[in-house]
C-alpha cells in the first residue's frame, strides 16, 4: 500500500520525470509497450484477455507543487496556502491520483492491461496520448474486455467510464 511519502513524489514530478520514472520500471509478468512521450502501457503475458485500466499523467497546472509547498495533515494531501496558489497552482491529483492507484496494481500484479497517457488536459494536448494509443495499439484494444478510465471531476468525485458507455465508445473508435 502506498502512503502519503509515495504520493508525493508522484505530485513533484513533471510530466516528462514521471515517463522516465514508469519507464524505469519493470515488472515481471507484464510486457511494456510504449510511443514515448504519448504513452506507457504494461500488458499481462498470460492473459489473453484483460480489463483495460488507463489514467493520465499531465495536469492542468503549468508548475508542479515541491515538497515544501506540500502539507499532509489527518491523511490528506494539500497546497499550503502562498501567495502563488491563488493564481492558478494546482496539487496535481488530476490525475495523479489515478497513476498510484494503477502503480498499485502493477506492484501488486494485478491482471489488467495498464496504459499511462501523456498530453490529455485540454491546456496540454487535449487526449493526445489515448489517441495515438487507439490508433496505434488496435491488438490491445480487442484483449481489452472492458475499459476503466481513472479520472477526477471535482472534489470527492472521479470519472470512471465502462466499456458498453457511448461516449468512451465513440472516443475508442473516432481514434481507429
Keep these: 500500500m502506498f ?68 502539507e499532509h495533515k489527518e491523511g490528506v494531501l494539500s497546497l499550503k496556502k502562498t501567495e502563488e496558489y491563488k493564481h492558478g497552482h494546482i496539487l496535481g491529483g488530476d490525475d495523479r491520483c489515478g497513476v498510484m492507484v494503477m502503480l498499485e496494481a502493477l506492484k501488486n500484479k494485478l491482471p489488467y492491461i495498464i496504459a499511462f497517457f501523456n498530453f490529455e488536459e485540454p491546456n496540454n494536448g487535449a487526449g493526445e496520448g489515448s489517441r495515438r494509443f487507439g490508433r496505434e495499439q488496435t491488438e490491445i484494444l480487442t484483449k481489452s474486455s472492458m475499459f476503466i478510465g481513472l479520472d477526477w471531476i471535482r472534489k470527492q468525485e472521479f470519472a470512471m467510464y465502462e466499456y458498453g458507455s457511448e461516449k468512451c465508445s465513440k472516443i475508442l473508435r473516432d481514434s481507429l
Excluded at 509515495?6 to 505530485?11: G, K, P, T
Excluded at 514508469?22 to 514515448?36: Q, V
Excluded at 506507457?40 to 515538497?67: G, T
Design 3 to 70: 502512503n502519503h511519502e509515495d504520493m508525493i513524489e508522484i505530485l513533484e514530478l513533471t510530466n516528462y520525470e514521471l515517463l522516465y520514472h514508469l519507464d524505469s520500471l519493470e515488472h515481471a509478468g507484464y510486457e511494456k509497450i510504449k510511443n514515448f512521450p504519448y504513452y506507457i502501457c504494461f500488458v499481462p503475458k498470460d492473459c489473453l484477455v484483460a480489463p483495460l485500466i488507463c489514467s493520465h499523467i499531465d495536469i492542468a497546472s503549468k508548475r508542479y507543487p515541491s515538497k515544501e509547498e506540500i
